[in-house]
C-alpha cells in the first residue's frame, strides 16, 4: 500500500525566505504526486500534481516540486515566502486509475513578517 | 475547469438527529467520488468510496450503518450522518474523479462541510 509521510508539523520561515515542505512516499509502483494548500475552514486547493515526464513540476503561486525517485522524496519549494502563504499543505498520493489519493499528515507553513 | 459542489458548508444540529451532506459535480460525470473526514488540524482520512450505482465501500474503521452514502446518478453522492454524537462533529470533505481527457483524470474537492454536534 502507498503512503506519505511529510517531514515536519510545522514549518516557520521568515518572508521573503525561502520554503521548502518535505515529502516522502512510499509505492510499490510509479505513484502519482500531488501538492494541496487548504486555508482555515476551506476545502483543498491544488497546488501541482506530477505524473509522468519532467520530473520538476512547476504549480501554481510560484511553488514547485521535484520528483526524485532513488530519493522517493516530492519535495515542495517556493524561492520566497509570502505572508500570503501562511496555510496547510498537504503531499498526497495515488498510484492508479481512479484510487483515492492518500494524504501526509499535513504540514501548517507559517510566514514572519 | 472541474467543479465540485458541498451542501450545505455548515451545519448545527443537535445529538440523536440526522444530517445529510450532498456532494455534486457541476460540469463533469462522476462514476467514482470519495468521502473523506477531517479532525481539527489533522490531516483527512478517507471514509468511504462511493461508485454511482453501487454500494460504497468503507475503509476499516467506519461505520457503514452511521455513515449512510447513496450515489444514485452521475452527479451527486450524499453522505448521511444517523443518529449523530458530539464526536461526530468534523469537517466532511468529498471528492469527484474525473475521467476522460488530458485536464482530467484527477480527484477534484469540494469546499467541505462543517458539522457541529451539540
Known amino acids: 500500500a502507498q503512503s506519505v509521510t511529510q517531514l515536519g508539523s510545522h514549518v516557520s520561515v521568515s518572508e521573503g525566505a525561502l520554503v521548502l515542505l518535505r515529502c516522502n512516499y512510499s509505492s510499490s509502483v510509479p505513484p502519482y504526486l500531488f501538492w494541496y494548500v487548504q486555508y482555515p475552514n476551506q476545502g483543498l486547493q491544488l497546488l501541482l500534481k506530477?505524473?509522468?515526464?519532467?520530473?520538476l513540476v512547476k504549480g501554481i503561486n510560484g511553488f514547485e516540486a521535484e520528483f526524485k525517485k532513488s530519493e522517493t522524496s516530492f519535495h515542495l519549494t517556493k524561492p520566497s515566502a509570502h505572508m500570503s502563504d501562511a496555510a496547510e499543505y498537504f503531499c498526497a498520493v495515488r498510484i492508479s486509475g481512479n484510487t483515492p489519493l492518500v494524504f501526509g499528515k499535513g504540514t501548517r507553513l507559517s510566514v514572519i513578517a | 475547469g472541474a467543479v465540485v459542489s458541498q451542501h450545505p458548508s455548515w451545519v448545527i444540529c443537535k445529538s440523536g438527529t440526522s444530517v445529510k451532506i450532498e456532494c455534486r459535480s457541476l460540469?463533469?460525470?462522476?462514476?467514482?467520488m470519495f468521502w473523506y473526514r477531517q479532525f481539527p488540524k489533522q490531516s483527512l482520512m478517507l471514509m468511504a468510496t462511493?461508485?454511482?450505482?453501487?454500494?460504497?465501500?468503507?475503509e476499516q474503521g467506519v461505520e457503514k450503518d452511521k455513515f449512510l452514502i447513496n450515489h444514485a446518478s452521475l452527479t451527486l453522492s450524499t453522505l448521511t450522518v444517523t443518529s449523530a454524537h458530539p464526536e461526530d462533529s468534523s469537517f466532511y470533505i468529498c471528492s469527484a474523479w474525473a475521467s476522460g481527457g488530458a485536464a482530467y483524470n484527477e480527484q477534484f474537492f469540494g469546499p467541505g462541510t462543517r458539522l457541529t454536534v451539540l
Open positions: 506530477y505524473t509522468t515526464g519532467a520530473t
Open positions: 460540469d463533469f460525470q462522476a462514476t467514482t
Open positions: 462511493s461508485n454511482e450505482g453501487s454500494k460504497a465501500t468503507y
